[in-house]
């Protein structure tokens, strides 16, 4: 397993329960997982769901700190649930599970805001180390993307998967230098207002909560180099 930052490594578990949904639309590996994760004392499976309106209805009502969805659900994908919740300001990090070995699926669910990506061969001690890495903070991939983390992702248009007009290429590019609003529209000939408008917009596109997530996000995909990254006005 692969994972980026350096969370806490917990052999035996947290001393913090992991509160968990399990979202899966097959009954036998939705049950089997649940029997499996709820042999650790330091994991409680609040709730599971077969489909995503049951899934996030779930969600709203146990705030799970991790949900363990399957990329292919029967009536979407398990990815869908990361903006509802980047917009709903749960907290509740989406550990993604999967049958193919594509790096292009891996990359997608990072780009979409995943905090990992497994295959559905992992084994049970494996995955419930890594939901406790995901509950720490990190990003985990299945050993098959050992290079995924550090190979940037081809871009279109200088954005992965996601297409923006200039404006809003430019404004993100202000808002990885740390630029105000108001220098922002200054630089650019706005109004503050046509700037606030823009950013809400580009927000909604990259699937980030916040301005400072939507930086992040730039330099992470090499929109931007890192070191304009350097001011917080």
């Not at 650790?40 to 969600?59: I, K, N, P, R, Y």
């Not at 989406?94 to 992992?122: C, K, M, N, Q």
Request: charge should be negative; aromatic fraction near 4%; glycine fraction near 8%.
């Amino acid at each position: 397993m692969q994972f980026a930052g350096e969370p806490p490594f917990f052999p035996e578990g947290p001393d913090v329960e992991v509160r968990l949904a399990v979202v899966e639309s097959r009954s036998l590996i939705r049950e089997g997982l649940c029997e499996l994760l709820s042999r650790h004392q330091d994991m409680e499976v609040v709730g599971t769901a077969s489909c995503l309106a049951d899934a996030f209805a779930l969600l709203a009502a146990e705030h799970p700190s991790v949900v363990l969805a399957a990329l292919e659900l029967h009536d979407g994908s398990g990815l869908e649930l990361v903006p509802r919740i980047q917009r709903a300001h749960l907290g509740t990090r989406v550990l993604i599970f999967g049958s193919e070995p594509d790096p292009a699926l891996a990359r997608r669910a990072l780009t979409w805001g995943a905090a990992g990506y497994l295959l559905d061969s992992v084994d049970a001690d494996e995955l419930a180390g890594a939901i406790r890495v995901v509950a720490a903070g990190a990003v985990v991939l299945d050993h098959a993307f050992s290079t995924l983390a550090s190979t940037p992702e081809p871009l279109h248009n200088g954005h992965p998967r996601i297409s923006l007009t200039l404006r809003e290429e430019q404004i993100l590019e202000c808002l990885a230098a740390g630029w105000s609003n108001r220098h922002i529209a200054q630089e650019c000939g706005l109004s503050v207002r046509t700037v606030e408008g823009h950013i809400s917009k580009l927000l909604d596109k990259l699937g980030v909560a916040s301005r400072v997530e939507a930086a992040l996000w730039a330099v992470r995909h090499g929109c931007v180099p890192a070191q304009r990254h350097i001011s917080h006005e």
